[in-house]
């Protein structure tokens, strides 16, 4: 006689997720990655049109490399920007505005990198952030892609002395806690290798007037000028008159 049928055990439920790109986290729709960027684009002169913006372009240019390339995963990635025109509070408002909007935060030009760190844990916003504040490398929600300035002062001093060998050395640096910090690190360090610092000029963001500052760099004389400051306060004083000058002397980039 022939055998009984044996039940077949019932069918295994279709796995939750068929589709390899459906959406899967914050900011993660099926065909999407959104970065999101924080900026003070529409600052004062110096912070805003000469860095902000270039920044910005820079990163629109490496999402736009990246998507040629056939973007991360089968998405492209749709940079999101926010304007806080270096300002804390707008600052805050677009953290706000961009945290539930995009997947992560890429390198941004706003002071709001040193004051977020109650923020991120909680909303559990990763942060590829721009390294400037020494804050930043102890949140451990972010990923500075730069030295802060004490390690870029140490390093700096470390060059100098090896490489250019001055018996004196002026510091430019800018009037904040970070660059202020990186000057106190540069003297230390350049003075175990002899070499003693005989001018430190403190600069602000906007300064209208750097020939004082000019003056007094002249007076002291140093054989090297190093600078822990910023580009328009820097460039400025070299366009005083001439006999306002010190005598010609190198200067490395910060």
């Not at 006689?1 to 959406?23: D, I, Q, Y």
């Not at 706000?96 to 002071?111: G, I, M, Q, R, Y």
Request: glycine letters at 6%.
């Amino acid at each position: 006689s022939p055998r009984p049928a044996v039940p077949l055990p019932p069918a295994a439920p279709p796995p939750p997720n068929t589709n390899p790109n459906s959406a899967t986290d914050v900011g993660v729709p099926p065909d999407t990655i959104r970065i999101g960027t924080i900026n003070m684009s529409s600052a004062t002169r110096s912070l805003g049109p000469a860095l902000a913006t270039v920044q910005e372009q820079n990163l629109d240019a490496a999402v736009k490399y990246i998507n040629r390339n056939g973007g991360v995963s089968g998405r492209k990635l749709q940079l999101v920007t926010c304007d806080d025109g270096g300002d804390i509070a707008r600052g805050r408002a677009c953290y706000e505005k961009l945290k539930d909007n995009v997947f992560a935060l890429v390198p941004s030009l706003t002071w709001l990198t040193d004051v977020i760190h109650d923020r991120l844990p909680k909303d559990k916003v990763p942060w590829l952030s721009w390294g400037w504040f020494k804050s930043e490398y102890e949140d451990p929600w972010m990923f500075p892609c730069h030295a802060n300035g004490m390690r870029e002062a140490a390093a700096l001093s470390d060059w100098v002395a090896k490489l250019i060998k001055p018996k004196t050395v002026g510091i430019l640096y800018l009037n904040v806690r970070e660059d202020i910090a990186a000057r106190d690190v540069a003297t230390k360090q350049l003075a175990k290798h002899g070499i003693k610092v005989v001018e430190t000029v403190a600069q602000e963001w906007d300064s209208p007037d750097e020939s004082q500052h000019v003056l007094a760099m002249r007076t002291a004389d140093p054989d090297f000028i190093m600078s822990f400051s910023w580009p328009a306060p820097v460039a400025s004083p070299w366009s005083v008159p001439p006999a306002c000058l010190p005598r010609p002397l190198r200067q490395p980039r910060s």
